[in-house]
């Protein structure tokens, strides 16, 4: 038997030998190079193909052909420059006489006087600014008065040197953050048996930091769960940018998929992109572009039955979302069958809903024809938090509708085995042991003080009120903009977010005119739109919004076309440009010339 083998081994051998010598020793050594070569480069082709999609992957690889045409590059960026001095709308001269070094002498206390006087310079921005500024008033009068209050304390009782990285030292702060953290979880849902009684999280920065913690930890925590060494992520395209932001620090590929027609994260389309990498999917409540909160249930249980971590961003909606839901009567829940179905009717604008039911299947009651009548405002929100079974991270910014100082948010964890995964701790420092809990190692006790004293001085009945009055005036401003024939609303908002496009004019030449009135409004793509996030700024002056917006539609109809110095070409010109290369390259040099 082994006679056989040597002897077929042999005339293989000499078959090999025999063919090969037709070709030059030199072919011989190159031909398998190249072919490695053309695998690997093909290889990389796939894969771009893979992550981008055909067309883009050639698209781009066009472009990139003919920027190297000579010329054509140096045309390119000139042009780019031109359209980042026209975004840039004269705040580079304005830069031209910023300080540049220190003064020669100090200025003592009359620094306080100096700040007062630049502080002078900013824009209006009292009830004109889409989102920005969420307490209500003027800065001196009501809770506007007690958080800049909270923030002088914060100095004159030396708060504002208190680090809670120091945990032994500033034990003060340790409490209010600790505490702030436990309100904040008990309005999402800690308190309900489902969520399994061990919600814990941690106060940050911002809602940016409080999605870069939940990504990581989701990571690192499915990297130890599964052993996922190439991470994934899938979001719907109306998830945060933060989310992005999280993708390329923390080197996880990024599936963005597009939302159903009532603009939602799709839920059959996050499960077609599953696969077993994906450590994470993501939904909004709402979502910031259009204030429609995302499917949380089902994309709850798609999480759960796949064994994967789930992220809401609560950041608009951590501070109304639980008031709006007391305020009034909830949706029907699902358990909640009828077997000859049931209808209601909404009498006015959300005051008085009629509710008929034909027998209930879950109660087991005689066939039998019910009317209920309820009074007071009704809005339909649905499952957010974490009573949702799938959930496991929240981020919630205490900044916004918290109306806390800015600069304060949390994100919240389903239990301590996911949150340990946010930590960081070296061992092997010569500075001794090291461990800190957030992106940031000091951070500033002044502003978690702030976010305590913002929580205590409301209370629930301070938030009801304020969710009751912006939730009102939200739906008297799509009452408004439904009643402008030119204009239609983006989706069914839930929320506080107001978004609007137009079949019949530029969208974006109205926002032009807009901000020649002193309106600060969002610009959106996807489709071309703009929005108004409504906060209590808003309450005194939607009217004068409503009225202003219905004059700057019929002077576009009038006259459609760019104003001098507008913006409206460069945003339409952006959605329209196929290199999307080249637009990210617009927005990287127009923030390195502003900042």
């Known amino acids: 038997m ?52 055909l067309k883009p992957t050639i698209l781009g690889f066009l472009i990139t052909s003919i920027k190297m045409v000579p010329g054509v590059k140096g045309y390119i960026d000139a042009e780019k420059q031109k359209v980042v001095e026209k975004m840039q709308s004269g705040n580079k001269s304005k830069r031209d006489s910023w300080r540049s070094e220190l003064p020669r002498e100090g200025l003592g206390g009359t620094v306080i006087e100096k700040l007062k006087e630049e502080k002078s310079n900013d824009v209006v921005w009292q009830g004109k600014c889409s989102g920005t500024v969420y307490i209500g008033g003027s800065e001196s009068e009501g809770h506007f008065s007690l958080i800049n209050e909270a923030c002088s304390i914060s100095v ?34 800690s308190k309900e048996k489902s969520s399994g009684g061990e919600i814990c999280g941690n106060m940050t920065s911002g809602g940016t930091e409080s999605i870069l913690l939940a990504v990581k930890s989701s990571r690192d925590y499915m ?173 919630a910014d205490v900044h916004k509708y918290g109306l806390a100082p800015k600069g304060t948010s949390v994100v919240l964890y389903r239990n301590h085995d996911i949150r340990k995964h946010q930590f960081v701790a070296v061992t092997e420092w010569s500075g001794g042991l090291y461990v800190s809990p957030t992106i940031a190692g000091s951070r500033p006790g002044g502003l978690i003080a702030g976010a305590w004293a913002a929580l205590m001085a409301l209370g629930l009945e301070g938030y009801l009120e304020n969710t009751k009055a912006i939730m009102e005036v939200s739906k008297r401003i799509q009452k408004g903009i439904k009643e402008i024939p030119e204009l239609f609303i983006i989706g069914r908002p839930d929320m506080t977010i107001v978004a609007f496009g137009s079949n019949d004019l530029d969208i974006f030449e109205v926002n032009d005119i807009m901000s020649s009135k002193g309106w600060h409004l969002n610009a959106l793509q996807r489709p071309n739109s703009i929005h108004i996030c409504v906060t209590l700024q808003h309450a005194p002056v939607f009217e004068d919004f409503l009225r202003d917006l219905k004059e700057s539609v019929q002077t576009v109809k009038e006259n459609p076309g760019p104003i001098t110095g507008g913006l409206a070409p460069i945003y339409g010109a952006a959605g329209k440009i196929p290199d999307r290369g080249m637009v990210q390259e617009l927005l990287v040099n127009y923030m390195d010339s502003t900042c």
């Not at 070709?23 to 771009?48: C, G, K």
């Not at 032994?168 to 979880?185: G, K, L, N, P, S």
């Open 156 to 189: 004159h009782y030396r708060f504002a040197h208190t680090n809670p990285l120091h945990l032994d030292v500033f034990q003060t702060i340790a409490q209010c953050e600790a505490e702030v953290v436990a309100m904040t979880a008990a309005l999402l849902g």
């Open 223 to 395: 990297k130890a769960k599964k052993g996922i060494k190439r991470p994934e992520m899938i979001i719907p395209e109306s998830a945060h940018s933060a989310y992005d932001k999280a993708a390329q620090y923390f080197n996880i590929k990024l599936r963005r998929v597009p939302v159903n027609k009532e603009f939602q994260a799709d839920v059959k389309a996050i499960r077609q992109q599953i696969n077993k990498n994906t450590v994470l999917i993501v939904g909004s409540a709402p979502g910031f572009p259009h204030g429609i909160i995302d499917p949380i249930e089902e994309l709850g249980e798609l999480a759960f039955s796949y064994g994967i971590c789930f992220h809401v961003d609560l950041c608009l909606g951590g501070f109304v979302l639980p008031f709006a839901r007391k305020l009034g009567l909830n949706h029907f829940s699902k358990s909640d069958t009828w077997d000859l179905g049931h209808s209601v009717m909404v009498d006015g604008p959300q005051q008085r809903m009629y509710v008929w039911s034909m027998q209930s299947v879950q109660s087991k009651v005689p066939l039998c024809f019910t009317m209920t009548t309820y009074f007071g405002t009704w809005y339909p929100i649905p499952p957010f938090d974490f009573s949702v079974k799938g959930v496991t991270s929240i981020s």
């Open 2 to 53: 082994m006679d056989r083998i040597i002897s077929s081994l042999i005339d293989l051998r000499a078959f090999a030998n025999s063919f090969l010598s037709n070709y030059e020793p030199l072919a011989l050594v190159l031909a398998p190079l190249f072919a490695v070569f053309t695998a690997r480069i093909l290889q990389s082709f796939f894969l771009l193909v893979h992550d981008n999609g």
